[in-house]
């Protein structure tokens, strides 16, 4: 575990221990381990003098950050009004399918996240799914397979 | 001194008063949950709203954070206030029944019907405790996680906190914590005992015989129904 704090503790002298940074380092961390691993959380509380409970509240009012490990790929699929209307819970219901876990879990393997996303703001192209910040438009049942299917192969991109 | 009208009369606040400080000061009851006097403003139950402004600017806004402006036309009691203020009771009903202090507010403001889903989760969010915590106890332990519908108030990680020295002062101050509603029918979810209730005394009696009614616990007399 010493090396989390050792990670946490350059990002933090990057940061010069500054306490507006608070969201930024925990955006480097959830960047470096894909969740916000618990050490790293009560470390940066005490350096930066933040009560523990506060830098909680940030680091779970975001949706850009995980208390829980995430997979290696995150798949995102919209469930805002446009996308819901246009197929959006289809979608979600063939991910859970072909994934075998729900929204908001982590495949055994480590090797996708399921999450869902309430409009992410590009609705002319719903239904929409984020998979790693690449957008795919217009999608349908099929797509998801051929989704799923490339980032099965993507292994390790550390 | 700030000058404004209140329901009506021309009254004066103090630079730095919100207007529920005004109102009180006048002897106007507005109703609070969120509110204390020794705790910073939060602004969360809604309950203090009143109406600001005048025609078809007039607005609703919570009286605990609105500070008395010079000029400012402001009403207590308009229908769009109360029907405003029984909508977020009947909604915290439905959230924490068991609630005695909400109850009771039901009871005072005539809610008489609950619409939405009872959801039983015994915290409406006033954020009480988080305030106490922090700046009557200097703990630091409790906050708000997560948000939207699955907003909670927890300890860090939900485990025990290191900074939790047991006061208790969150519970003393949890409005739902804090007493149960006891009354005869409370397995429905609107109780309404309080308002309804009718001490059996006063069918042999013309006056009460005890001072339970007063204080609002009335046990008309060991009801066995
Ligand atoms: S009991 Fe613990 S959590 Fe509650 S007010 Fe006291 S220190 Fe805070
Ligand atoms: S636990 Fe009680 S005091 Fe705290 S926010 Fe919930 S209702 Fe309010
Ligand atoms: S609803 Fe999906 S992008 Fe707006
Ligand atoms: S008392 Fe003003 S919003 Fe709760």
Redesign the interface.
Known sequence: MDAVITTVQSTLTRHQNEKRALIAILQDIQAEYNFLPREALEFVAKSLGVPLIDVIGVATFYRAFSLKPRGRHLVTVCLGTACHVRGGPKILSEFVKKLAISPGDTTKDKHFTLETVACLGCCAIGPVVVVDGNYYAHTTIRKVDSIVRKYAKKRVKK | MIELKLNGLNVKAEEGWTLLETARFYGLEIPTLCYNEGLSVFGGCRLCLVEIGEGPKARLVSSCTYPAEEGLVVRTDTKRVIEARRMMIELMVSIAPNSKKIQDLASKFNVTQVRFKVRNEECVLCGLCVRMC?EQMDG????????GYKKKIS???DLR?E?CRQCGGCIYICPVCQLRCQGPEADTTLCNACLTMDPTCLDHYDELQCWMYDAGRCGTCVREK
């Open positions: 922090a630091r332990a409790i906050g708000f996680q997560n948000r300890t860090p990680f906190s900074e």
